[in-house]
């Protein structure tokens, strides 16, 4: 397992803007997931992008993949104020290292109405 | 269809008590993970199971023992707790086939010792 480190730690927006934060990690993956904790809850799982596939989509969730550079980004679109939430990444290994699934510290997303 | 479920959802407990949490999900998924998350530091993983009577070590193991003796089910004890497991626990669930799926998460057990 390996651990996805996120950037910013904390981001603030207004309302309607876009939000983007980044995910790197250390070796080679099987897949990256993203998921959202709102304050005081257990994480949703939000989308999963493949080492295959460059980029994808869910309604206004877009998560790029770059291997190279050991990379994730999730962007999210017209925010609204129940976005705030923190949001992780957890870059995924193949066989016996997709067992665990190791989160890092998040980043802090805060929409203002 | 309930997903994972964890009880109780608060408990204070005194330094050197024990208790067992527990964890429940109606999804057939066999791997199962308890994390403990503290302010600051992200999800640590403290044990998890591939399958109804395996366990393993995470991160984080110390002080913790876990039973799964039906696959529906996961516990995880504390014989003698500390001030220091003071923190907010989380079950989670996933399918075993392949790596591509996401984890179900429960709704957490805030746990604190005094």
Same mark, same amino acid.
Not at chain 1, 79 to 100: E, I, K, M
Not at chain 2, 74 to 100: D, M
């Given at each position: 397992?390996?651990?996805?480190?996120?950037?910013?730690?904390?981001?603030?927006?207004?309302? !309607?803007?876009?939000?983007?934060?980044?995910? %790197?990690?250390?070796?080679?993956?099987?897949?990256?997931?993203?998921?959202?904790?709102?304050? !005081?809850? !257990?994480?949703? +799982?939000?989308?999963?992008?493949?080492?295959?596939?460059?980029?994808? +989509? *869910? !309604?206004?969730?877009?998560?790029?993949?770059?291997? *190279?550079?050991? #990379? #994730?980004?999730?962007?999210?679109?017209? %925010?609204?104020?129940?976005?705030?939430? #923190?949001?992780?990444?957890?870059?995924?290994? *193949?066989?016996?290292?997709?067992?665990?699934?190791?989160?890092?510290?998040?980043?802090?997303? *805060?929409?203002?109405? | 269809?309930?997903?994972?479920?964890?009880?109780?959802?608060?408990?204070?407990?005194?330094?050197?008590?024990?208790?067992?949490?527990?964890?429940?999900?109606?999804?057939?998924?066999?791997?199962?993970?308890?994390?403990?998350?503290?302010?600051?530091?992200?999800?640590?993983?403290?044990?998890?199971?591939?399958?109804?009577?395996?366990?393993?070590?995470?991160?984080?193991?110390?002080?913790?023992?876990?039973?799964?003796?039906?696959?529906?089910?996961?516990?995880?004890?504390?014989?003698?707790?500390?001030?220091?497991?003071?923190?907010?626990?989380?079950?989670?669930?996933?399918?075993?086939?392949?790596? &591509?799926? &996401?984890?179900?998460?429960?709704?957490?057990?805030?746990?604190?010792?005094?």
């Amino acid at each position: 397992s390996q651990q996805g480190e996120e950037d910013p730690q904390a981001l603030s927006i207004q309302e !309607g803007e876009n939000a983007t934060m980044n995910c %790197s990690y250390k070796t080679s993956i099987n897949n990256l997931q993203w998921y959202r904790q709102n304050s !005081g809850r !257990g994480l949703v +799982h939000l989308i999963l992008i493949r080492s295959n596939e460059r980029e994808k +989509h *869910s !309604g206004r969730l877009r998560v790029t993949l770059d291997t *190279s550079k050991k #990379s #994730s980004s999730l962007l999210i679109t017209a %925010s609204r104020a129940a976005d705030t939430a #923190s949001y992780f990444c957890a870059p995924v290994l *193949s066989g016996a290292g997709s067992y665990q699934l190791t989160f890092g510290k998040g980043t802090k997303l *805060s929409v203002i109405p | 269809n309930a997903g994972v479920t964890q009880t109780p959802k608060f408990r204070v407990l005194k330094t050197g008590q024990s208790m067992t949490l527990l964890c429940a999900q109606d999804m057939n998924h066999e791997y199962m993970y308890w994390y403990r998350q503290d302010p600051g530091m992200g999800l640590r993983l403290i044990h998890y199971s591939v399958g109804e009577g395996t366990t393993a070590k995470g991160e984080v193991p110390d002080g913790y023992n876990v039973s799964r003796l039906k696959k529906q089910n996961f516990l995880l004890g504390l014989e003698s707790a500390a001030p220091s497991q003071t923190s907010v626990y989380f079950c989670a669930s996933r399918p075993s086939t392949g790596e &591509g799926y &996401g984890y179900t998460f429960g709704s957490g057990t805030r746990l604190t010792v005094v």
